[in-house]
C-alpha cells in the first residue's frame, strides 16, 4: 500500500508557513464532515460513477482480457486516438510499467505490440506516426467519451481511409476498436453502422475519470499489464479513502492540505515524482486537478474564480531547472514528491578513479593535479566522485529527494511525500485512485462542481463553428466578431 508522509507541511517542519492539522480538523470538523460525505454518500451516484469501476463484474473483464490477448498476438502496434482522459490516463500506466525503452526493443524481447498514444493533431505526429507503424498488421482504439471530439474523429477517419486502401474495407474494419459512450455521439453512431468492435464508458465517468474504465482497461490488456491487480489497488485504495477517521484517511487529508494551502496564498501544486516510470503520472494529475477545480463559480452561483494550477516537475531532471525557484522564489506552491523504495532492480557506479579526500593540499598535489602537455597543473574533475564508488544509482537518486525535500524545509516550502513499496499494477492502481478521490475532496471541500468543464466546452464549440459544422452559425458569428479588429500583431 502508498505510504504519505506529511510532515512537512506543519509547523513543526516549517514553522508559521505550516499547517496546523489538528486545529483545523477539530475547529472545522462539521464543514469537513460535509465535505467527506458529499464525496463517499454519493460514490456511484451521478458523476461519481467513476468510484466504482475498479468492482466491475468479472465477467465484463475476462471478456476484455480474452479479447485484448487475441490483439496482442497478432498485432505489431497499437495506437490509442485520444486527447485529455482518454489519452493521459494510458499513457500513464503504460509507462509506469513497460519496459522504459519498450517500442525500442526487438520484437522477440517484447511480449505485447509497440504502443503509440497520439494525443495531438499536428500534422507532423500524424504523418511521423504513418511512417513508422506497420498498417498491416496495426491495430487501433478510438477513444472519445462524447463521440465527437474534432481532433480524434479526424485521426479516425485519416487511419480509416488508408486500412481500407490497404486491407480492403472487410479487414479494415477488424483494427478498429471503438470506445465511447453507448448510445450517443457520432462515433458511436458510425460503430454500429461499419460493425467496429465497441466499448462502452458510463454515462456517469467524465473523461479525466475513466482509466479505470475500457478507456485504459483495453490499452492494458492489449499490453499485457495485469489488469485484474490495476483494479484492486484501485479498490483498496477506495476503501481507505473512505474511512471516517480522517486520522486514518491521507487521501482527504492530502486535499485537505492542497486547499487550505491555496486559501493562504498557495495556488500551485507541484506533482515531482522520483522516477521516470512515474513522469506521466504528473500528465494525469495536471489534467484531472486542473480541469476539476479550475472554476469561476462555485456551488451556490458566487463568482470565486478558484483553483490551484498544477506543474509537472521531474526528479532530480528539474531540481536543475525549477527548484531554485521553489527554494527562493514566492511561498505560492506546494510540492508533492512521489518517491520508490524498490526499483526493482539496481545499477552500481563503478570505481575507477582513486578516492579523494580533497581537503589537503597535500591530497590535492598527490590525487588530483595532473600534467598536461604546456606542464600546466589541472583538476581531473572525476576523482572528485570517488566517494559515489560501488553506491547504487538507487541510492543516489533517493538521496537526491531526501535533499531537495531538506532544502524546501530548510526555506520553509510546504511539501509532502508519497512512497511507492514498489512500482506494479496494484500500487499503480492505488495512485490513480488516490488522484480521482483526492480531486473529489477538494471539489468538495472547495464547494465546486468538480465534475464539469464549461470552460473546455466553449472550445469545442468554437472549433466546430471555426470548421463550418451545420448549427454553429451564430457561434461562428462571435468569434468573427471578436476577431475583426486585431491591431497589435507585429512582425
Request: glycine content about 8%; overall charge neutral; charged content about 25%.
Amino acid at each position: 500500500m502508498l505510504k504519505f508522509d506529511f510532515n512537512n507541511v506543519t509547523p513543526s517542519a516549517i514553522g508559521e508557513k505550516g499547517l496546523d492539522l489538528e486545529s483545523i480538523l477539530s475547529k472545522e470538523n462539521d464543514r469537513l464532515r460535509k465535505a467527506f460525505d458529499a464525496v463517499i454518500l454519493n460514490k456511484g451516484k451521478g458523476w461519481q460513477e467513476w468510484c466504482y469501476l475498479p468492482a466491475v463484474a468479472s465477467e465484463v473483464i475476462d471478456e476484455i482480457i480474452a479479447y485484448t490477448d487475441e490483439i496482442r498476438r497478432k498485432a505489431s502496434d497499437f495506437v490509442v486516438f485520444g486527447i485529455g482522459g482518454s489519452a493521459l490516463g494510458p499513457m500513464a500506466v503504460a509507462t509506469a510499467l513497460l519496459h522504459q525503452k519498450h517500442n525500442l526493443l526487438p520484437k522477440e524481447k517484447r511480449k505485447a505490440p509497440r504502443l503509440f498514444v497520439e494525443d495531438n493533431i499536428d500534422p507532423t505526429r500524424m504523418q511521423s506516426l504513418l511512417d513508422v507503424i506497420d498498417l498491416r498488421n496495426a491495430y487501433f482504439n478510438i477513444v472519445t467519451k462524447s463521440g465527437e471530439t474534432s481532433e480524434t474523429l479526424a485521426q479516425f477517419l485519416i487511419v480509416y481511409d488508408l486500412l481500407i486502401q490497404k486491407l480492403g474495407k472487410e479487414e479494415a474494419k477488424k483494427r478498429i476498436i471503438v470506445t465511447t459512450t453507448i448510445g450517443k455521439g457520432a462515433l458511436y453512431e458510425t460503430a454500429q453502422k461499419e460493425g467496429f468492435k465497441t466499448y462502452g464508458v458510463g454515462k456517469g465517468v467524465g473523461g479525466r475519470f475513466s482509466v479505470l474504465s475500457a478507456v485504459g482497461l483495453i490499452t492494458f490488456g492489449v499490453m499485457g499489464l495485469n489488469i485484474k491487480s490495476l483494479l484492486k489497488g484501485a479498490l483498496n485504495m477506495g476503501v481507505l479513502a473512505s474511512k471516517p477517521d480522517f486520522w486514518q484517511n491521507p487521501v482527504f487529508l492530502s486535499a485537505l492540505i492542497q486547499t487550505e494551502s491555496l486559501k493562504r496564498g498557495k495556488n500551485i501544486s507541484v506533482m515531482m515524482p522520483y522516477s521516470d516510470a512515474l513522469r506521466y503520472m504528473s500528465d494525469f494529475y495536471a489534467q484531472i486537478w486542473g480541469e476539476s477545480l479550475g472554476k469561476a463559480v462555485d456551488n451556490t452561483g458566487a463568482k470565486v474564480y478558484v483553483g490551484q494550477t498544477p506543474v509537472k516537475a521531474l526528479g532530480v531532471t528539474d531540481q536543475h531547472s525549477q527548484v531554485q525557484l521553489y527554494t527562493e522564489g514566492p511561498f505560492d506552491k506546494v510540492v508533492t514528491f512521489i518517491s520508490v523504495e524498490d526499483f526493482g532492480q539496481e545499477v552500481v557506479i563503478p570505481k575507477m578513479y582513486k578516492d579523494a579526500a580533497v581537503n589537503t593540499q597535500e591530497s590535492v598535489e598527490s590525487d588530483l593535479w595532473q600534467k598536461t602537455d604546456d606542464n600546466k597543473p589541472t583538476v581531473d574533475g572525476i576523482a572528485c566522485g570517488a566517494f559515489m564508488a560501488n553506491v547504487t544509482m538507487n541510492k543516489l537518486l533517493n538521496a537526491e529527494r531526501v535533499a531537495t525535500e531538506f532544502a524546501l524545509t530548510k526555506a520553509k516550502r510546504a511539501n509532502f511525500n508519497i512512497i511507492f513499496p514498489k512500482i506494479n499494477e496494484e500500487s499503480v492502481g492505488e495512485l490513480l485512485a488516490y488522484y480521482m478521490y483526492q480531486t473529489a475532496f477538494a471539489g468538495a471541500l472547495l464547494n465546486i462542481d468538480t465534475f464539469n468543464q464549461p470552460g473546455v466546452e466553449e472550445g469545442k464549440l468554437a472549433t466546430f463553428a471555426m470548421l463550418g459544422r451545420p448549427g454553429y452559425e451564430e457561434k461562428l458569428h462571435e468569434i468573427r466578431s471578436k476577431i475583426k479588429d486585431r491591431k497589435y500583431i507585429l512582425g
